[in-house]
Every structure is written in C-alpha cells, then in structure tokens.
C-alpha cells in the first residue's frame, strides 16, 4: 500500500496562511489524496480530496503536484481553530481497505 | 441528520470481560469502518465492511470481531478483553471507498 510522509509538526500565526506538505512517492494511479483533520477530543473531520488538479473548497486548498508525488494543503487564513493534527491519507477506488493513516502533523497557531 | 453515532462513549471493563461497540449511521452509506486511536498515535483501522452482510479484516484485526447485519450498524466486538485493547475507537462510514468519510465521536474504553 502506499504510504505518505508528514512533517511531524508546524507553527503558524493567527490569520496568516499554512501550508501543510505530504509526499506520497508511491502513490498509483487509483489513489485519491485526501486530507482530514483531527482536533482535540473528536474524531476525524474530512477537510478535502483530490485526484489530479487542485481542488478549492470552504475550508480549504489542495496543490497536487504535476507528477502526484507530493501534494499540499492551505489554509488561506489560519485561526485558532485550525489547531488539530492533520492527516494526509491516500484512498484507492477499488479497494475500501487502503484507508490508511499515517501519523499527521500537528499544527499549532499562536495568538 | 445525526451522522454516525457511537454507544456507548465511556466504558470500563475488566480483564477477560466482553462487550460490543455499536456504530450506527443515517447517511445509506455502503462502507463502515472501525478504528482505534492510543494515545498521541494515528489511527488503525480494525475491521470494515463494503456492505450489508460483509465484513474484512484492516491493519490490526486480532481480538475484535465485527457484524454487519444490518445496512446501518456495524458492531465490534471483544470476546476477552485485554489491557492492550485499551484506546479510543471511532467509527466512520463513506458512500464509497473513494468519498468523504463520516466519523463517529468516538468510545474510549479502558480495560483493568
């Protein structure tokens, strides 16, 4: 299965952007790239996913890089809210059983 | 819409003792999923299924048995449990394998 490679930790200030990298080398053709974020005491809220081109929704921006082996996520305007580990997961189509999660980053925001 | 809602959200157990975790969703989603998250880890997926009367084995299948009986639940169960199962287990449900998926709130047991 293929795995993604998170930085283990990121700080960022109140209202500016973040920017939260993975890279997925091993990534096939079948893989969706998914983005889910974690804050304290919940479980697992979906933030945004992607295939090929970037994706913008509410919440978020997705950049996948031209060759998939890499993608990142942006949050245009950090609040203290954002603070939450992130997990960059990649989804086959075909198979429901490649919901893997990797370790995450913990993002902090500072006031 | 209630999502996906986990019973119960506390239990206490002790060794060798057995109970079932019950997820159940409103959403008519195919695929349910169990994970269990120990502390300032990821989460591990147990158990899922890709429908009604389907069930499959994840990462870390050992000790836990699930059921599908019906579309909108999926049980986990402990037959005899044991310290080391002691961690927090979220349920999630998506429309298909690819899709959004919906996470539960979580059960955090502790076995003594």
């Known amino acids: 299965d293929a795995k993604t490679t998170q930085p283990n930790s990121m700080e960022s200030n109140e209202e500016e952007p973040v920017h939260l990298p993975c890279n997925h080398s091993t990534i096939s053709g079948t893989d969706y790239i998914h983005w889910y974020r974690q804050l304290p005491s919940q479980g697992p809220e979906y933030v945004i996913h992607g295939l090929t081109s970037n994706v913008n929704n509410r919440m978020a921006s997705l950049a996948i890089a031209e060759d998939r082996k890499s993608s990142t996520l942006i949050l245009h305007r950090a609040t203290l809210r954002d603070a939450a580990v992130y997990y960059c997961?990649?989804?086959?189509?075909?198979?429901?059983?490649?919901?893997?999660f990797g370790s995450g980053t913990r993002l902090s925001i500072r006031p | 819409n209630a999502g996906v809602t986990q019973t119960p959200k506390f239990r206490v157990l002790k060794t060798g003792q057995s109970m079932t975790l019950l997820c159940a969703q409103d959403?008519?989603?195919?695929?349910m999923y169990w994970y269990r998250q120990d502390p300032g880890m990821g989460l591990r997926l147990i158990h899922y299924s890709v429908g009604e009367g389907t069930t499959a084995k994840g990462e870390v299948p050992d000790g836990y048995n699930v059921s599908r009986l019906k579309k909108q639940n999926f049980l986990l169960g402990l037959e005899s449990a044991a310290p080391s199962q002691t961690s927090v287990y979220f349920c999630?449900?998506?429309?298909?394998?690819?899709?959004?998926?919906?996470f539960g709130q979580g059960t955090r047991l502790t076995v003594v």
């Open positions: 999630a449900s998506s429309i298909r394998p690819n899709t959004e998926a919906f």
């Open positions: 997961i990649l989804r086959d189509f075909s198979s429901a059983s490649k919901i893997i």
């Open positions: 959403m008519n989603h195919e695929y």
